[in-house]
């Protein structure tokens, strides 16, 4: 077969194998970006839930102390208000601490997945140029190998004399 076929078929197996290459590395990234965008929303979710739970949590703990107080004779003015007070101020901060881990949790891993978005595309663009760069090194290739007076093409132009 013809060298200069065999350059071109080369080439074009390069530029193609370039690009697929980038369009793979993309869509890998995309996936990747899609779980952990999933996973964001699971995790505030969780935190929602275990805020959720921790008030559950709270109310029991004062339910518990109100039956302690009201089972001694006490009554439920002054310092046993003052505790449950406090118990519930105290389960309100943990609620919150879970809700803003959560919540930091989520932004991570939504930057994340703009990362992953990113690296994706540039891989993309990358595969381009790559596939650019082996298209013109292929033609520059077939350049060297191509001698105007063997061909037909020279024969119209008169170079075979």
Do not use: H
């Not at 996973?39 to 703990?61: C, D, F, L, M, P």
């Not at 109100?66 to 389960?91: C, E, H, I, L």
Request: aromatic share 6%; with cysteine.
């Amino acid at each position: 077969m013809c060298p200069i076929i065999l350059g071109l078929v080369g080439t074009a197996v390069s530029v193609a194998g370039a690009i697929q290459q980038g369009n793979a590395a993309k869509a890998q990234a995309d996936a990747q970006a899609a779980a952990q965008r999933r996973q964001a929303v699971i995790e505030t979710q969780t935190g929602e839930y275990q805020a959720q739970r921790k008030n559950e949590e709270g109310q029991q703990i004062i339910g518990q102390q109100m039956a302690a107080v009201g089972g001694s004779g006490f009554t439920n003015d002054g310092s046993p208000t003052d505790v449950y007070k406090s118990t519930a101020s105290s389960n309100r901060l943990d609620q919150d601490a879970i809700r803003w881990n959560a919540t930091n949790q989520s932004n991570n891993l939504t930057y994340q997945a703009q990362l992953s978005n990113i690296q994706g595309k540039n891989a993309q663009t990358g595969s381009y140029l790559s596939a650019a760069g082996n298209l013109f090194g292929g033609l520059g290739q077939i350049g060297k190998m191509w001698d105007p007076k063997r061909t037909a093409l020279g024969n119209v132009f008169g170079m075979n004399s």
